[in-house]
Structure formats: structure tokens, C-alpha cells
């Protein structure tokens, strides 16, 4: 390949370029609450050639498919260059779809098709729709993306806050 700079042209020098991009498979959870923080774990191609000896090698940053203006950097925890893995420490976001732009040093961005993450908690039943305005019953509320720690998951009847319970589903 020839190569010019500013109108000089030099052939001594050879570009490699890559028929394919390096792709992201995936990241676990894919779906988060928005106002706690998480960790994530992205995955590469097993085929990734780039250096994985330590975080220092990789940024990334969260931004919105809304508005791809709004940004903002995560934190890159740890990688596992066995399972072809990055951590990254998720803080929370507005509700909304979300790309991870991950950039590994000497490879550049890395394909963020795969590596969409959902910011959202939803209430999917509530059992015990009537009661007593005076109190004194229980409410099951079931959903996703709400915290195993129940001063997490403030829930408010009318002007009344409720006390918390917290129940793993098997």
C-alpha cells in the first residue's frame, strides 16, 4: 500500500488493515436497575488479539441510544484474558438503552453491536389490590432489577411508606 502525507508519497512502509473489526459477544447482565451500581462483564471474541494483561488496557463508556451526545466513562475493574473478559463498574444511568463503547489499547474500538445494556426496573405484579387504609396488610409487589437489600426498594401506598421484605424467587 502507498502511503501520503501532506502530498508526499512513500511505499517503504507497510499498513496492515483488517477485513474485520473486533467484536464484542456480549455482557451479562444485560439488564440493570438505574439507580443501583453494578458490576458488568463484557465478553470478547475467543479470537481477540489484543493485550489483556491488565484494565490499563481497555476504556470504556456508556452511552445513550436516545441520545448518543449523552456519555459518560465507566470504570474498568479487571480483565480475564482466559475467558476473554473485561469488569466494568456500572454507577447507574437514567432509564433507557444504552451501547458500551469499549476501546482496547493497539485493537481500537471494539464492535458495540452485541454490547447493548438496558437501564430499567419494572413492576411486573402486585398482588393485594385492596386493603385497609388503616394498614396491617402484606402487598407482594413482583418485578425485575430490584436490590436483595430491601433499604434499596423504598415503596410508598398513598402517603404512606411501607415496610420492606424481601423474598428470593426459586
Do not use: H
Not at 489483556?52 to 479487571?78: G, I
Not at 451501547?99 to 430499567?120: C, F, M, S, W, Y
Not at 432489577?145 to 410508598?156: G, Q, R, Y
Not at 402517603?159 to 426459586?170: E, F, G, L
Amino acid at each position: 500500500m502507498t502511503i501520503s502525507v501532506n502530498s508526499v508519497t512513500n511505499a517503504d512502509q507497510t499498513v496492515a488493515l483488517l477485513a474485520t473489526k473486533e467484536s464484542g459477544e456480549g455482557v451479562v447482565p444485560s439488564s440493570v436497575s438505574p439507580v443501583l451500581a453494578s458490576e458488568l462483564v463484557i465478553t470478547l471474541a475467543a479470537d481477540y488479539p489484543g493485550d489483556m494483561n491488565s484494565a490499563d488496557d481497555f476504556t470504556c463508556e456508556l452511552v445513550s441510544n436516545a441520545n448518543v451526545t449523552d456519555k459518560r466513562p465507566l470504570y474498568v475493574m479487571s480483565v480475564d484474558a482466559g475467558a476473554k473478559s473485561v469488569k466494568v463498574k456500572f454507577p447507574g444511568a437514567l432509564s433507557g438503552t444504552y451501547t458500551l463503547n469499549l476501546v482496547g489499547k493497539g485493537v481500537g474500538r471494539i464492535d458495540g453491536t452485541p454490547l447493548q445494556l438496558t437501564a430499567e426496573a419494572k413492576v411486573t405484579a402486585i398482588s393485594r389490590l385492596t386493603g385497609s387504609y388503616l394498614g396491617g396488610f402484606s402487598v407482594t409487589i413482583d418485578g425485575t432489577n430490584f436490590s436483595d437489600n430491601k433499604l434499596d426498594n423504598p415503596v410508598k401506598v398513598g402517603p404512606y411508606w411501607c415496610y420492606v421484605r424481601t423474598t428470593s424467587a426459586n
